[in-house]
């Protein structure tokens, strides 16, 4: 260090020295500007500016390197050979047109920039020794080899170094790293120089003098003067014009009704005006933010979706969103995009405003004919034939016309709006109710349990529509008929089921107004039978209707009875006996069935607890009682109050109600297992008969169903299959009834097969609570009879089971 600077103060003159650097600095500056103007130019030829950066850099190098000769003062005399100091301006020219040229067209790396700046340093210190090498003196030249390898070293990082900040757009200290490299390479090389004089070698041809040099590098400056001038004429034009077409790009982008966003690499780079109105915010809020958190969902920026405009939802500072339709394009930097933001909010409330004009009644807000055809079809397209009901029903105000014609339309149009609110507050959520003409109304209900449900909907209908209307303090009696149409029975397409229900709602205005029909008269006949029996069915257990009878069922092998099974009785007011057959199911569907069911349980084991012998009571219980949930409960509180012993209390399950919800049915007979009641699976054979739930469940017994005793009159596979179920209920250790025994013939089979019980008519019928101690616990005499007469005498001995 000492010695390069004793070098430069002691062998230099120092004011040429200070004009080289000055130089130096201004071509490096001169071409670093070029260069980066050249790299954001987006017209303008690149090569260009990297042509004339590097004849400015290269003179610059070279004018320094030969001013730094000028000022050397090594105490003799010295010319210059004149091709050397051609080739060393070559030197330095190839070297930096080809750094400067990678520089701008590859990606900004650490890597471009170490091959850049050693191309550089290669150039500058081959025009050193160039130029060392056209030195004509009177002595032998010496290099000392460390200043010069640390030259090398300091050269090439500086260079590096210059370039790292050329990448950054820091173009003065670029300039200033190049022209200290430019510097270091010189004068620490010239500190490495020891002279030799040798006597005689004075006079060497083609050569220059230093005069003619100075000449040369005074021009060099020069030339570099006027690029420099040119340059930065050139770059404050360009400057003005750029800045002048960023003004005119924002005047423009901020005209736009759209609003725009600039994105780069997800993140938004600036935003027009419209945006800033769209958003409700100032566009410093905006740049900077991630483009997702402003645009719902994301903006694909994928080459498919290039310029196709997508709907999104622009995400509002309050909170709130708005819709709009985004459609992208490659941005001015090819890193980035512009994306074009149109509100289309409005149009989209249009829409909406269109769609509930096409689906729904102006007057009163329920579905029009058309949205009503839509939900019927696709009801009617979603429908499982086998599991699923659909109903239509068509409704008609009776006395609309008189009272829109005596009253006026204002009150008439009341009326409607009334009507529609009923209709709606009568259906279910899953129901449609619509206006289709006038006058007319109707309702889709896709409801499972038809016809029952759409002949409960019908009277309910008819019912609300019956109340008085209270309009303009105006008592008004309107009423309303109803036609019921099902599918699949009265048709499988939309119009077969209108026309059905149209024809439906005809017959109930004929007949009489104020009701309802369904389309086949046998059918609706039959469902409002059904319909009237439910509603009595309602008040049978207030009124002391319902009874039970108690019928007998016997140990097979000493024919005694066994016990009992209560089996519910109604005595109905109007038509005299009804049915179990026919009301259970009714009590079933209604949910009737569980109170019902409790009162047959109370009344039972009330019963049961009275009697003086300790005989067994079946009771049969529903399926609606046992998903109900409570029967546990209500077991519990029968057993407690009436005190009998659980062990005497028989439960008749029917097969196919364990199929519903197995785990459910599991747990609950677990339960009353728990309590020491017994279990029965009745009706053994009707269901699915599934040897698997046999298994499953804790049933103690079984009941053969009367079909199969029935069969071993008249079939002659009656015998083996009784027997089949009685050695497979054997080898489950269940126990097994047999019910509807009807003729001796039947009874000696099953005694041969070993049946532990028999039920039927042939030993005793259901009798009445009192009628039990009279009927005793012996079978009646004529049954033996009756064994002995039909010749199976062997029946009768016992078979010690
Ligand atoms: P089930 O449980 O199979 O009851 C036996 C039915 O067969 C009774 O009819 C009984 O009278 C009849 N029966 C008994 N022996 C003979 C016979 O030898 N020949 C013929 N032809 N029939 C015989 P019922 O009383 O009409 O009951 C019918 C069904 O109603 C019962 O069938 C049962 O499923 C149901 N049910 C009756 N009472 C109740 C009850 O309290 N609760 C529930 N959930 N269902 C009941
Ligand atoms: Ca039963
Ligand atoms: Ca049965």
Redesign the pocket.
Known sequence: MLRVIGCVVQKHDLGLVATALLVCILAALTSVRLLARGASSQTGLPTAWVAAAAVTFSCGVWTTHFLGMLAFVPGLPFTFSLSLCALSLAFIALPSRIAFGLWIDRPRSWSMAIIAGLSINAGIVMTHFAGMRSLRLPAVIHYDLVPIVVSLILGALLCIAAIRMLDRTHTVPAALLLTLAVSSVHFIAMGAVKLEPVAGTDVIPMSIAKSTLAILTVGGCLLILAVALAGFRLDRLMSTRLAAEARRFRALADATVEGLIVERAGLIIDINRAMCRLMGVEADKLVGKAVATVISGGVSLHPSSFDRAMEHELMLPDGGSRSVEVLWRNGPDPHGHVLAVRDISREKAAQLQIQRMAHFDQLTGVANRQLLEKTLQKALALSDRATVGIALLCIDLDRFKAINDALGPSVGDQVLVLTARRLSGVVRDTDTVARIGSDEFAVVQPLAGQPANAAALAERIVAELGLPYEIDGQTIMIGGSVGVALYPADGTTTLDLMTKAMLALNRAKREGRNTWRYCEPGMDSRLRDRRALERDLRVAVAKRQLY??Y?PFYDALTLRVAGY?????WNHPLRGNV???EF?PIAEESGL?VP??QF?LETACAEAASWSRPLVIA????PA?LAQGRIVATVDAVLHDSGLDPSLLEL?I?EGVLMDDTEQALTTLMALKERGVTLAM??FGTGYSSLSYLKKFPFDKL?I??SFVRDLDDNANGEPIVAAIIALSRSLRLEVTA????TPRQLALLRAERCAFI????LG??MLANQIDRHGIEAPMAVAELVETAGLETALTPLGR
């Open positions: 039970l009878a019928q099974e209560a089996l519910l009785r049915s179990p057959a259970i069935i019902i069911g047959v009771v049969n219980l529903s009682q008749e029917t009745d009706d009941k169903d009367r019910e509807g025994v009807e039920q039927g008519f042939l019928r259901p």
